[in-house]
Nanobody
């Protein structure tokens, strides 16, 4: 499995960016999975910010820090997951990673699903910079 992120860059506070993560070696429409976005700012722990759980009918989860501003979505045809980020804040600046864990994930909850240790496969990351 290989995950490749793109779409990072610079934005002003209040602006928007769209991140993409394309998977190869894994098919979103054929297997169960949890696909997630994480971010890591310098000197801080990696933070889970959103995920989609196919075991729960594609239910989406968001961390409180991004809820209402970020939207995760998936295009099965392109095998790509997106993160639409709006109303960006300087504190959103970080390296953003997508991550995948194949298989069923039932009854785990948001906190468990957004733990980095749950994920088997990671992209290389894409930098997001937000200027005030």
């Amino acid at each position: 499995v290989q995950l490749v992120e793109s779409g990072g860059g610079s934005a002003q506070a209040g602006g928007s960016l769209r991140l993409s993560c394309t998977a190869s070696g894994f098919s979103f429409d054929e297997e169960n999975y949890v696909i997630a976005w994480f971010r890591q700012a310098p000197g801080k722990a990696r933070e889970g910010i959103s995920c989609i759980n196919s075991s729960e009918g594609g239910r989406k989860y968001y961390a409180d820090t991004v809820k209402g501003r970020f939207t995760i979505s998936i295009d099965d045809a392109d095998n790509t997951v997106y993160l639409d980020m709006k109303t960006l804040r300087p504190e959103d600046a970080a390296v953003y990673y997508c991550a995948l864990t194949p298989g069923l994930a039932i009854g785990i909850g948001r906190q468990g699903l957004l733990q980095p240790g749950r994920y088997d496969h990671w992209g290389q990351g894409t930098q997001v910079t937000v200027s005030s």
